[in-house]
């Protein structure tokens, strides 16, 4: 993959906001990290109580800097319940207290800004019960906001937690927002939040530069798992030609500022902020969830496996329709997957009925390759329903499939090859074009 093929040089101008540990907002005592060894058991240890490093987010060092970034001006803001301090206060009651600015209105991404709506759901705009505030939907008539929306606001505050996934659709109305900002001359004022995977995972297919893929699961051509935090996607999109759907006038007039956060590092994985892990959707409730979409989000997709156990372990219990447990068991152990480890475990189902599937369990953090088992379950896919399930896609599935995967090539590969497409193959060529990628990307890193 040649050097065009990814991002060009250059770094917008971002500020630093110093630390100032008076605001009592921002140095409460951190809540517990996420340390629940059955459902996430990687060899690394979890950090000790003694070796947690706090992390201070977007929000904090905005706070400690006395709101300097937003004074004197009228504010949106997108958010969703994630978006909270690290003692847990809501963003939205941060800035509707912060001194000398205005929060006029707010936008909800898809899940609505409570984070209770179903995937996919479209969403109207709302008057905020709680607030008062008029509610723009980015997941319903319109994902990008519009000129007469952003009329009523000198800057856009956008403090989402995204969980380091192309398809996972925060980073994409991130995107969106940014594009009609700089197009229509309102500032982007980002609030960091660490990328739960860490900053040093990257895995998977890059999304083609085919048009017909960018979508609402994909707007920025990036590794499946990409390894950037919201802030550095912010500061690529602002600054290499053709990220922004745009003009490239507007896009170098635009104006973003980006609140890093205090005390996060690239190797730090969730367990080890020191935060607690606020569900970012319905099926995201912790970060062994997050962890299991990275692995199985596209290995279940349209493929017959089906993820969870009964209610419990989303992205992480497996099972596939007419398939004995204990084969299925059988053929994931079979795979020797890096990392990984298969074990059958069972959970009430909605009847409250008992259910059974296999757990996905992450044995070694540094050997696991967060992708690879989604391809191999495809593959499995064609075994278990041969000739070749995805031979008889129609149109629309394709669309949906491809637009989530990113990768016509592999596209093309597993509708003719079926069961002997080369996996292998193909990881090592991703892992090859992930390396390219890391160096081309490193320009844009806040945190070493």
């Known amino acids: 993959m040649s050097r065009r093929d990814f991002f060009r040089l250059g770094l917008p101008s971002v500020g630093l906001l110093s630390y100032q540990a008076s605001i009592a907002a921002t140095t409460s005592k951190p809540t517990a990290p996420f340390s629940n060894p059955s459902l996430s058991s990687p ?190 996607l912010a500061r690529m999109a602002a600054q290499a030609p053709g990220v922004l759907d745009i003009p490239e006038a507007a896009r170098a007039k635009g104006k973003l500022t980006v609140i890093p956060m205090r005390g996060w590092r690239r190797n730090l994985r969730w367990s080890e902020t020191g935060l607690r892990f606020v569900p970012t959707s319905p099926r995201i409730p912790d970060f062994a969830s997050v962890m299991g979409y990275a692995m199985v989000g596209l290995g279940c997709l349209h493929t017959g496996f089906t993820h969870g156990v009964g209610a419990s372990y989303p992205f992480r219990g497996l099972h596939y329709s007419g398939i004995p447990i204990d084969r299925l068991e059988k053929d994931l152990t079979a795979l020797r997957l890096p990392g990984l480890r298969f074990r059958k475990v069972s959970a009430a189902n909605s009847s409250g009925k008992p259910a059974v599937g296999i757990f996905v369990e992450v044995v070694d953090w540094d050997d696991w390759n967060p992708t690879e088992l989604n391809f191999h379950l495809m593959r499995l896919a064609c075994r278990y329903a041969p000739p070749n399930p995805f031979a008889k896609f129609t149109e629309a599935k394709t669309l949906s499939f491809n637009k989530h995967v990113g990768s016509l090539a592999w596209w093309a590969a597993l509708r003719r090859d079926g069961v002997k497409v080369d996996v292998e193959g193909f990881h090592r060529e991703w892992a090859a074009k992930a390396k390219i990628y890391q160096a081309q990307t490193r320009r844009y890193w806040l945190y070493s």
């Open 43 to 232: 060899s690394r240890p979890v950090a000790s109580a003694e070796k947690i490093f706090p992390v201070m987010l977007g929000i904090d060092v905005l706070a400690a800097g006395g709101f300097a970034a937003i004074k004197g001006k009228r504010l949106g803001l997108l958010t969703h319940p994630a978006g909270v301090n690290r003692a847990g206060v809501s963003t939205i009651d941060i800035l509707r207290a912060a001194p000398g600015s205005k929060l006029v209105c707010l936008f909800a991404a898809e899940h609505g800004l409570y984070g209770i709506e179903r995937d996919g759901a479209i969403l109207p705009d709302i008057v905020d019960r709680r607030t008062g505030l008029r509610v723009y939907s980015l997941h319903g008539v319109n994902s990008k906001p519009t000129k007469a929306q952003l009329h009523t606001i000198d800057a856009l505050v956008i403090d989402l937690q995204d969980i380091g996934v192309r398809s996972y659709t925060f980073n994409v109305v991130m995107r969106y927002a940014m594009d009609s900002c700089f197009l229509h001359g309102v500032e982007v004022i980002l609030l960091d939040r660490p990328n739960p995977l860490g900053g040093l995972k990257v895995d998977g297919p890059t999304l083609d530069h085919a048009r017909e893929l960018a979508s609402g699961v994909g707007a920025f051509r990036i590794p499946y798992v990409h390894g950037l935090t919201m802030g550095e």
